[in-house]
């Protein structure tokens, strides 16, 4: 127990070192809008890519926490989406808002899966995640469907990334201090 515990703390200080680098990203981004889409495309291209494998790394050998037994797929799917970010930079205004609402609908889905495994073991604090989550679908479809266009495209980014991330400390933070009931229960 006390291995899935250590795991499980790990993962969560990962998860939120992340999240805040993701939010930092997008105060740099709406700050300095005026950098070429290139160099904008291959940051964003190489924080997916580092995410996903994180997010695969992080899942390795740790199954056992029935949280996190989805990571290997939305870990590969972060790494195909820097990927193809990376590979294509130039044209980041035309990908980037369909990318980064698909990215968003793909954490939102995480967060509702962590909402169902949270509901079977009848913890209270799901109903904010679940929330949350409908909130980030509803943002990656709004991206999807309404892009954004010309220089807006750069701050309206950094905007949607440092809110995504926001929610995202919230639920890691939230899910840290109850990390030990989720444990318990969990097992």
Do not use: Q
């Not at 820097?82 to 968003?104: A, R, V």
């Not at 609908?105 to 989550?133: D, G, H, Q």
């Not at 990334?161 to 899910?175: G, H």
Request: glycine share 6%.
């Amino acid at each position: 127990m006390k291995k899935v515990e250590t795991e499980f703390e790990k993962i969560m200080k990962i998860e939120i070192v992340f999240s805040l680098l993701y939010a930092l990203l997008g105060i740099f981004i709406f700050w300095k809008s005026e950098m070429t889409n290139n160099v904008v495309g291959i940051l964003i291209g190489m924080f997916f890519l580092i995410s996903g494998m994180l997010t695969i790394f992080t899942s390795i050998d740790k199954v056992k926490i029935k949280l996190f037994h989805y990571n290997i797929f939305f870990g590969i799917l972060s790494i195909v989406l820097g990927i193809l970010i990376m590979l294509n930079p130039l044209s980041i205004i035309n990908i980037l808002n369909i990318s980064l609402g698909i990215w968003t609908i793909v954490k939102s889905i995480n967060k509702i899966i962590y909402f169902v495994i949270l509901k079977k073991v009848k913890e209270n604090s799901n109903k904010l995640l679940l929330v949350s989550a409908l909130f980030l679908f509803f943002l990656g479809i709004l991206l999807i469907i309404y892009p954004f266009r010309s220089i807006i495209v750069t701050k309206a980014v950094g905007i949607f990334i440092l809110l995504i991330n926001i929610l995202n400390i919230n639920d890691l933070v939230l899910l840290k201090k109850r990390g030990e009931v989720f444990l318990k229960l969990l097992k």
